[in-house]
């Protein structure tokens, strides 16, 4: 089993940065996969970026030189530094973990960028 809960969205303007931490409860957290998701109104949910146990990072071709998940083990979290933020990249952002072909999902956190 794995909990997880996101914190760090807000309002901010376009070309500004945010980042998201994702708290993990839960043993299988070291050998989970995980990843960011976001959601817009009105759009399917989409891949964000994904981190493996082994750091291997893996991003959406919409983010990628401007945002950046790592994985602090020790800690249970993982984090999606947000730069150059664009008022596109305004959605729900999601955190999941999955291990044992199980998936686990957080609540969600608003991001919104002004333009």
């Known amino acids: 089993q794995m909990q997880l809960v996101e914190s760090g969205g807000g309002l901010v303007q376009a070309g500004g940065s945010l980042r998201l931490s994702c708290a993990a409860s839960?043993?299988?957290?070291?050998?989970?996969?995980m990843g960011w998701y976001r959601q817009a109104p009105g759009k399917q949910r989409e891949l964000v970026a994904t981190?493996?146990?082994?750091?291997?990072?893996n991003y959406a071709d919409s983010v990628k030189g401007r945002f950046t998940i790592s994985r602090d083990n020790a800690k249970n979290t993982v984090y999606l530094q947000m730069n150059s933020l664009k008022p596109e990249d305004t959605a729900v952002y999601y955190c999941k973990g999955t291990s044992n072909w199980i998936d686990y999902w957080g609540q969600g956190t608003q991001v919104t960028v002004s333009s």
């Open positions: 981190i493996t146990r082994g750091a291997y990072t």
């Open positions: 839960g043993s299988i957290f070291s050998i989970a996969h």
